[in-house]
């Protein structure tokens, strides 16, 4: 099935076929980020060899003879952007999602992946890190964008996010009984050995990361709340089997005590992360995890309402009110706490491609310019443990840049609107 779903995200996309990398390209602007945290430097050329960078020259120069040289004039160039928690196979939300849910294919899942991805791709993000799917039609994605068959960002891929029964990943909540039976329950698990296992079956199916969710979640079908729904033996289990793969995880949690059960497990990072307390910032501290606080979904959620005030069933749409008020106050505590922060939207709630409202959203609640940008490079990179490939702009990294109009440590929304896209020493193509 996954080769199938790779072959058709092939059809979607041939023309994409990557290039030979053989030449070498100059990219001369005035003024560049080459290292997120640190002051910009003036007028430099970026030469680059075979995908990656071999050196920063200060100036306009032409570089080695025979290079092709891309002036950008006066554009602000800086690393490309890394969000941290997407989901590329969907943008559908509410009830909508449901009936997607149920009427959509492995095949066309795969090409809304790669559709979204590239939304994504040319909105300036060149990294990604999908944070589930139903068929796996993002780990097909992957593997097809890996292999130069169609364009897309680099993705790094959770396969099928875990949780227990009824819990926020559980695909059967408020189906009927005759639908449930088609509905594939082995992301679920309950228990200590239930738990390892279903860690194990992610793995196998060749996943970078694993995700979980130790409460409930806003968009679960069911009106469970928001509090823990994992146990800690069970959130231990899941992260020690990880880790014991080489795995990172990532947590969805709102709820204090399902924020603090994963922390205390050694997680690797909390997702949303809602309702901290003073324990929270703690944990965060000792352990050295990343809060990706994911602001954008409120953006998804009023777009929703707004066309039509039945978008969401009753039990979740008490939820999203909640959600909607109180969004923004944990970043407001993490910031000063010194918590680590990693860019990401939790984009397929909020539009794929719109990644950069996020930035906005994170000035508005407690964050600089400089410091939202450095969560969307160099320490999202460290996060998805791509911190020597991606993230900043240094000889031997991956040539993975941007360019935007205007300056984004004064202005950070200039970054929703951005001119120019190179991956990987590709430039991106910004219209069909």
């Not at 071999?54 to 080695?64: D, F, H, K, M, T």
């Not at 228990?191 to 079956?201: H, I, M, N, P, Q």
């Not at 508005?364 to 410091?371: E, L, N």
């Not at 001119?419 to 991106?428: A, E, L, P, S, T």
């Amino acid at each position: 099935m996954r080769l199938l779903i790779a072959a058709m995200a092939l059809s979607l996309a041939a023309t994409a076929t990557a290039p030979a990398l053989a030449e070498v390209v100059v990219i001369q602007a005035d003024r560049v980020l080459a290292e997120p945290g640190k002051a910009p430097r003036g007028a430099t050329s970026i030469v680059i060899e075979g995908g990656k960078i071999s050196a920063l020259l200060e100036g306009r120069q032409p570089g080695p003879a025979g290079a092709r040289i891309i002036d950008l004039g006066n554009r602000f160039v800086l690393p490309g952007l890394i969000d941290s928690h997407v989901h590329l196979d969907s943008d559908a939300g509410g009830q909508a999602a449901l009936l997607e849910s149920l009427t959509s294919s492995p095949g066309l899942d795969a090409l809304r992946a790669q559709w979204n991805g590239m939304k994504t791709l040319r909105a300036g993000f060149t990294t990604v890190r999908n944070l589930g799917d139903r068929s796996g039609a993002t780990l097909a994605l992957r593997d097809a964008v890996e292999s130069g068959w169609v364009m897309g960002p680099r993705i790094i891929d959770a396969g099928r996010s875990i949780s227990v029964t009824s819990g926020h990943m559980d695909g059967t909540l408020s189906l009927s009984d005759e639908l449930k039976v088609g509905v594939s329950e082995d992301n679920l698990c309950n228990g200590v050995d239930s738990c390892r296992e279903a860690v194990r079956r992610q793995v196998r199916r060749g996943v970078d990361v694993i995700k979980i969710a130790t409460t409930g979640g806003v968009n679960s079908r069911i009106g469970a709340g928001l509090g823990q729904q994992m146990f800690a033996d069970e959130a231990r289990a899941v992260v020690e089997t990880a880790h014991l793969h080489g795995k990172k995880v990532a947590v969805h949690a709102h709820g204090t005590d399902g924020i603090n059960v994963a922390l205390a497990a050694g997680a690797d990072s909390i997702e949303h992360g809602t309702m901290p307390n003073d324990e929270t910032l703690r944990l965060f501290r000792q352990g050295g995890a990343y809060y990706v606080s994911t602001l954008s979904t409120v953006n998804g959620y009023r777009e929703r309402l707004a066309q039509d005030p039945n978008a969401y069933p009753p039990a979740v749409l008490e939820k999203v009110r909640w959600r909607l008020e109180v969004t923004g106050r944990a970043l407001e505590r993490a910031v000063p706490a010194g918590v680590k922060i990693a860019f990401g939207t939790d984009a397929g709630v909020s539009k794929h491609g719109r990644n950069a409202d996020e930035f906005e959203l994170m000035v508005q609640h407690g964050m600089t310019p400089a410091t939202a940008i450095t969560a969307a490079t160099t320490n999202a990179a460290e996060l998805l443990g791509l911190g020597k490939e991606i993230g900043a702009l240094r000889p031997g990294m991956a040539a993975d840049l941007i360019a935007v109009s205007g300056d984004p440590l004064v202005d950070v929304k200039v970054l929703k609107t951005v001119q120019f896209v190179m991956k990987g020493g590709r430039v991106v193509p910004m219209v069909d």
